[in-house]
Nanobody, 128 residues
Framework: QVQLVESGGELVRPGGSLRLSCAFS????????MAWFRQAPGAAREIVSA????????YCLDSLEGRFTVSRDNAENTLYLQMNRLKPEDSAVYYC?????????????????????WGQGTQVTVSS
């Protein structure tokens, strides 16, 4: 049974940076595609970034304008999201998600329904 535990969310001022982490257990991490989603109050959950099992291919939401970077450490079973130049509109609960993808090591997925397992989320608040 896959378990995902996010950490790193906190209150930060506009323009600041945060790094979110997602600890993975219960499977072979390097065979899972991973992603970060976020959900603001009253809004639908949206994809933020995604990464293939090997880490060779990544996706980030265009509207982020390169401020966020997704990465993974397959030796440490951990997914990361580096968030720079944060804006108030980045405030949301951030979730990591996993999808078993043993035969497609270079593929990422961007649709919520593609993912099988979800963490509980970590709150990011950007405010002065």
């Amino acid at each position: 049974q896959v378990q995902l535990v996010e950490s790193g969310g906190e209150l930060v001022r506009p323009g600041g940076s945060l790094r979110l982490s997602c600890a993975f257990s219960g499977g072979t991490f390097n065979t899972y595609a991973m992603a970060w989603f976020r959900q603001a109050p009253g809004a639908a959950r949206e994809i933020v970034s995604a990464i293939s099992p090997s880490g060779s291919t990544t996706y980030c939401l265009d509207s982020l304008e390169g401020r966020f970077t997704v990465s993974r450490d397959n030796a440490e079973n951990t997914l990361y999201l580096q968030m720079n130049r944060l804006k108030p509109e980045d405030s949301a609960v951030y979730y990591c998600a996993s999808k078993s993808s043993r035969n497609y090591r270079g593929v990422y997925y961007v649709t919520e329904t593609d993912y099988d397992d979800w963490g509980q989320g970590t709150q990011v608040t950007v405010s002065s």
